[in-house]
């Protein structure tokens, strides 16, 4: 990651991750909605929280060859430096957020996934366990 965008996504990284460790999810207009989930326990499996993505309709038509999201605001550089690098082949990885990436699939619309970096569901995990 260049200097230039480094702390335009540090900044978002921040805000986005203290407001899921507060409970909350984020909304970033554009982009999509960051959240959480906790899997149920099973007799195989401990309960555990992860963080999530929903990508906006609007970045779910982009990934499709539609119009680009509209970013504005303080983060709106760190956002297409994220949509930019979701597009590229290998997808991006945001420190202490996750990879998100833009998936073609054969026959059908592209999926934008997101998987949480480890960092963030270890946090997770760090507070349910403290919480029980």
């Known amino acids: 990651m260049s200097k230039k ?5 540090v900044a978002f ?10 409970g909350h999810p984020h909304k970033t207009p554009g ?3 960051f959240s959480t989930c906790t899997r149920r ?15 906006s309709a609007e970045l779910r038509a982009y990934a499709s060859d ?4 509209t970013f504005a605001g303080t983060h709106a550089l760190a956002l297409r430096t994220i949509v ?3 597009l590229r082949e290998e997808g991006i990885t945001v420190p202490q957020l996750g990879r998100m990436a833009v998936v ?21 995990a760090r507070l349910v366990t403290s919480a029980t």
Not at 13 to 22: F, K, Q, R, W
Not at 66 to 69: E, T
Request: aromatic share 4%; with cysteine.
């Open 84 to 86: 930019r690098g979701m």
């Open 31 to 33: 982009l999509g909605t």
């Open 104 to 124: 073609p699939i054969s026959g059908s619309k592209p999926k934008v996934i997101f998987h949480g970096a480890i960092e963030l569901n270890a946090a997770f």
């Open 41 to 55: 326990a099973t007799p195989d499996r401990c309960a555990s929280t992860m963080a999530m993505f929903r990508a």
């Open 5 to 9: 965008h480094g702390q335009p996504l």
């Open 66 to 69: 539609g119009p680009p999201p």
């Open 13 to 22: 990284v921040h805000e986005v991750t203290a407001t899921l460790l507060a």
